[in-house]
Structure formats: structure tokens, C-alpha cells
């Protein structure tokens, strides 16, 4: 085993960032998903308001195509309206005949676009990963700051006030409301001038490279890439790491004897 990978298993990545005074966390893919998945959601509205049949793997292949075009854009600016219009025109891509133009409720447009709005805003159609399970409250308990900081629009509110693993979150940054998506530079300045932490003294944690890595890292930030399906512990562009699991951020153990109530003396925090 590597000496970072012994680390991390130990002591965990923040036993060997001291200055760390606050974690921030991207949401969806990070901490929590949708169930069911987004393109089986999507798959489903559209078939029952626009009578239109698609399988799950297109949605899936054209809304990662989407999102990649949007994160490569040069205007990164958004807002509440911004982001309904993306959601919106996702479904005319996906069902060219659901134009909404017109009556937007003849083609069943409206009623698509209502039903999966709202479907996103239910905390019900969300789900914490098991490795988020307890890590936020154990980061309450250290005392450092925390945050969830993402690309989405208001509806990411009743989603974190439904999920109870995410109660001791502090601070919630929206893209929609900063003005900016990330990977821009101004949306990760509002996450420090939020927390009220420098960037050099917050880790950002996320699951997407350019997004979360490689722009928290531009805006000074240490980063951690969680990526679930990889093996060991790397390191990635400006010095980021990139962890399988969230528990790696306390150390495997410690973060498993948290969940499971056991106390091995040293490791309790009082």
C-alpha cells in the first residue's frame, strides 16, 4: 500500500491538510442522486405527456452530451430562468415533437416540463450516497464549516431540507442564485465569501474534473475528485486527489466505526 493510500485509511485526506477550516461538497453525483436515475425519470415523462418512446441509455448519452456542452461554454453566467430554459430545451432535444410552441400543452410539452420540474424539487426522488452517511455530522463535530455548492436553481433547497444526512450542512451556494455555473472563477469566490473561509483553507469536493476539480483548484481551493469506480488514491491536475470514497476524507475506519456507533477511545470527538 502507498504511503498516501495509508493516509487515507488511517487518518484520512484532511488529517494531512491542517489548514483546513471548511469542506465544501458539489451536490448531485457527490453526496446525493436521483431514484430513479434522471434518464429514467426522463424516459418516463416523456413516454406518459408526450407519447414519444426513448430508452433510458439515449437520455442518459444526450443529457451527459448536454451538460458537457454546457460546462465548455464560454458564458458560464446563469439564473433562475437560465436554468429552467436548459431543462426545458433538454426535453425538446430529446422529443423534437414537444416543441411547446403554440399550445404547449396539445403536445404535452408543458405537462412533461411541470411533471419533471417538480419531480426534482421532491427530496422523496433523492438519496444520499452510503459513504455521505454520517460524514457531515462527524465535520459538525471537528468544528469545521461546511457547504453544499452546486450547479442547479432554488428546487436544490427543499431537496437538502428533506434529506436528513444533510442537517448540519451550514451553507448552501447555487449557482442559479450566485449568477454563475461552475467551473467559472465567480461562483467559487462566492463559496469563500459565503463560508467566510480563504480559498487556500477549503477543500472542495466533487465528482466531476473540470466542474469541481479543476475549477475549484483555478480559484485557489485544495479539491478532492471523488470518483467511485477507480481504484487507489492519485493525485490529479494542481495537486487535487482523487478519492473512492467520501469516508476517505476522515479515513476509512474512523468514518466506518462513526456510522456503525463505535467508539475506539482517541477517535471520539467530544
Not at 238 to 243: D, L, S
Amino acid at each position: 500500500m502507498s504511503q498516501p493510500e495509508q493516509n487515507l485509511l488511517e487518518g484520512g485526506l484532511l488529517a494531512t491538510l491542517p489548514e483546513i477550516e471548511a469542506v465544501a461538497f458539489d451536490a448531485v453525483g457527490t453526496v446525493m442522486y436521483p431514484e430513479p436515475s434522471v434518464s429514467e425519470a426522463y424516459r418516463q415523462a416523456i413516454q406518459q405527456h408526450c407519447g414519444h418512446q426513448i430508452e433510458s441509455a439515449e437520455v442518459a448519452r444526450v443529457v451527459k452530451l448536454a451538460l458537457t456542452e454546457r460546462s465548455r461554454d464560454s458564458d458560464l453566467r446563469t439564473s433562475e430562468e437560465t436554468e429552467r430554459q436548459f431543462w426545458a430545451d433538454l426535453i425538446r432535444r430529446l422529443c423534437p415533437a414537444a416543441t411547446g410552441n403554440g399550445n404547449a400543452h396539445s403536445d404535452g410539452f408543458q405537462d412533461c416540463f411541470d411533471h419533471l420540474f417538480d419531480h426534482f424539487r421532491r427530496a422523496e426522488n433523492w438519496r444520499c450516497f452510503e459513504d455521505a452517511t454520517g460524514l457531515i455530522d462527524e465535520l459538525y463535530r471537528r468544528g469545521l464549516q461546511t457547504a453544499i455548492a452546486s450547479n442547479f436553481d432554488q428546487r436544490l433547497n427543499a431537496v437538502c431540507d428533506g434529506l436528513p444526512e444533510l442537517k448540519h450542512v451550514g451553507h448552501r451556494v447555487i449557482s442559479s442564485v450566485v449568477g454563475w455555473r461552475k467551473p467559472a472563477k465567480p461562483f467559487f469566490d462566492a463559496v469563500s465569501q459565503q463560508i467566510g473561509v480563504a480559498p487556500n483553507r477549503i477543500l472542495f469536493v466533487g465528482d466531476d474534473l473540470t466542474n469541481d476539480v479543476e475549477g475549484a483548484s483555478a480559484a485557489g481551493m485544495q479539491a478532492a475528485w471523488v470518483c467511485r469506480s477507480a481504484v487507489g488514491v492519485t493525485p490529479t491536475t494542481g495537486g487535487a486527489v482523487k478519492i473512492t470514497s467520501l469516508r476517505q476524507l476522515i479515513g476509512v475506519n474512523e468514518a466506518a466505526d462513526k456510522v456503525a456507533g463505535v467508539d475506539r477511545g482517541s477517535a471520539s470527538i467530544p
